[in-house]
């Protein structure tokens, strides 16, 4: 299955500022997704990153507060922009990987970024 | 739009004592269902799937049946583990495996006390 890397871990940040997450894939992919896990909430997909376009984001979710970068087929930034305390979440990045032994797509997670904002 | 609904956590079980955790969904069309577990410190995992009616994902001792009659995917195991702690999520996809949109359902915390 995929290797999905995620940088930083975790982290403590203040109110009002800006931080980037780092997601490094072992292999190509054509698409990544960034997915947020709200504390005590289920995992909601922000946006779809496609190589060598622009980000398609979901309802709710939009470029300037979540700015993402896709510059090869095998690594994604997601910024978390001016945060606030409502941003404390985990950030999860994932591809769509196909298992050898049935050929069925599974999406494959990383192991998230823990963002807390003060 | 689709959801998913699980039963709430946490859920406290002896080892060895059986286990269910309810799922159920509303969609449109014909999803896949997934059931995806989440150890303390690691990312998800995906756990099982299920693709069409009356399909039976398995894995690892669980296992979960895909009830269109019922709209339900339960996630059941016969004897649970200390190692079974996890948070586990329900989720579907009605979408082409080409995207990676899944839609999640809250999650339910499992602790298996020795």
């Known amino acids: 299955s995929a290797v999905i890397s995620q940088k930083p871990s975790r982290d403590i940040c203040q109110r009002g500022t800006s931080l980037t997450i780092q997601c490094q894939v072992d292999?190509?992919?054509?698409?990544m997704f960034w997915y947020r896990q709200q504390p005590g909430q289920s995992l909601t997909l922000i946006a779809t990153a496609n190589q060598g376009s622009e980000a398609t984001y979901e309802s709710g979710f939009v470029i300037d507060k979540f700015p993402i970068s896709r510059p090869n087929l095998t690594f994604s930034t997601l910024t978390v922009s001016n945060m606030s305390p409502e941003d404390s979440s985990i950030y999860l990045c994932?591809?769509?990987?196909?298992?050898?032994?049935?050929?069925?797509?599974?999406?494959?997670f990383g192991a998230g970024s823990r963002l807390t904002v003060l | 739009g689709d959801s998913v609904t699980q039963m709430e956590g946490p859920v406290t079980l002896s080892e060895e004592a059986f286990l269910t955790i309810n799922c159920t969904y509303t969609a449109t069309g014909y999803p896949s269902l997934f059931w995806y577990v989440q150890y303390p410190g690691e990312g998800l995992q995906l756990l099982l799937k299920a693709t069409k009616a009356d399909d039976k994902g398995s894995n690892k001792g669980f296992e979960a049946t895909y009830r269109k009659e019922t709209t339900s995917f339960h996630l059941e195991k016969g004897s649970v583990q200390v190692s079974d702690s996890a948070v586990y999520f329900c989720?579907?996809?009605?979408?082409?495996?080409?995207?990676?949109?899944?839609?999640f359902g809250q999650g339910t915390t499992l602790q298996v006390k020795p």
């Open positions: 292999s190509q992919v054509t698409m």
């Open positions: 994932s591809v769509v990987r196909q298992k050898p032994e049935s050929g069925a797509n599974v999406l494959t």
């Open positions: 989720a579907l996809s009605a979408v082409t495996s080409n995207t990676g949109k899944l839609i």
